[in-house]
């Protein structure tokens, strides 16, 4: 078995198997996932229209495709590959992915929040 504190998780997001993910409307791969759930990191495949009050900080980069973005009482902007992103716990975004919008994506829960 493997030291926790020596393990690095790591996988290809082209080549990695992805679990269905009805909620986004695609596909979600973790990569990991902390202990108390406050911290997660992986790869999504989503696509469609939808809106999201943000339930934790969220910083993403796209790999493939493109998305339109819409902040609640703010900007809007088109994301595509090779852009990033950082949302706000609370914010609300809407989000408009083409077919094949792939990001990386890191989201953050802080002891405050819990």
Not at 39 to 55: C, D, H, I, L, N
């Amino acid at each position: 078995m493997s030291n926790p504190d020596t393990h690095v998780p790591r996988f290809n997001v082209f080549s990695a198997d992805y679990e269905p993910s009805p909620e986004w409307g695609g596909h979600k791969r973790f990569l990991y996932e902390s202990e108390d759930g406050a911290r997660k990191a992986g790869s999504f495949k989503e696509s469609g229209k939808f809106t999201e009050v943000m339930p934790f900080d969220e910083f993403f980069y796209v790999v493939a495709g493109s998305t339109k973005v819409s902040i609640e009482g703010g900007e809007s902007f088109e994301l595509g590959v090779g852009d990033c992103v950082y949302f706000r716990k609370g914010m609300t975004v809407h989000f408009d992915h083409a077919a094949d919008f792939h990001d990386v994506a890191v989201l953050m829960t802080y002891d405050d929040d819990v």
